[in-house]
Nanobody, 126 residues
């Protein structure tokens, strides 16, 4: 059984940082791309960043470029999202997902991700 679990969310002031983690079990982590998504109240889910299975290819949404860094540790089956210079508009539920393929698209098609975590809340105050 595949399990995807996020952690690291919380409340932070604008300009602050948080590091999200996502562990995936029950699958061969190193074979699949991984992605971070977020959804704010009343808004559609959006792709934040994704990373290929090897880590060689990374995509970021324009809204987070230069502030967020995605990485993965295939030996530990863990995905990370380092979030710096946080803004109130970054407030959302952040979820990670395991991709169906070794590579990921910068269009973040939801149907290319087949295992999702429950999410971790990130709240950025002014």
């Amino acid at each position: 059984q595949v399990q995807v679990v996020e952690s690291g969310g919380g409340l932070v002031q604008a300009g602050g940082s948080l590091r999200l983690s996502c562990t995936a079990s029950g699958l061969h982590f190193a074979d699949y791309s991984m992605g971070w998504f977020r959804q704010a109240p009343g808004k559609e889910r959006e792709g934040v960043s994704c990373i290929s299975a090897s880590g060689a290819t990374i995509h970021y949404a324009d809204s987070v470029k230069g502030r967020f860094t995605i990485s993965r540790d295939n030996a530990e089956n863990t995905l990370y999202l380092q979030m710096n210079s946080l803004k109130p508009e970054d407030t959302a539920m952040y979820s990670c997902a395991a991709g169906r393929y070794p590579v990921c698209s910068n269009l973040y098609p939801v149907n290319e991700y087949n295992y999702w975590g429950q999410g971790t809340q990130v709240t950025v105050s002014m």
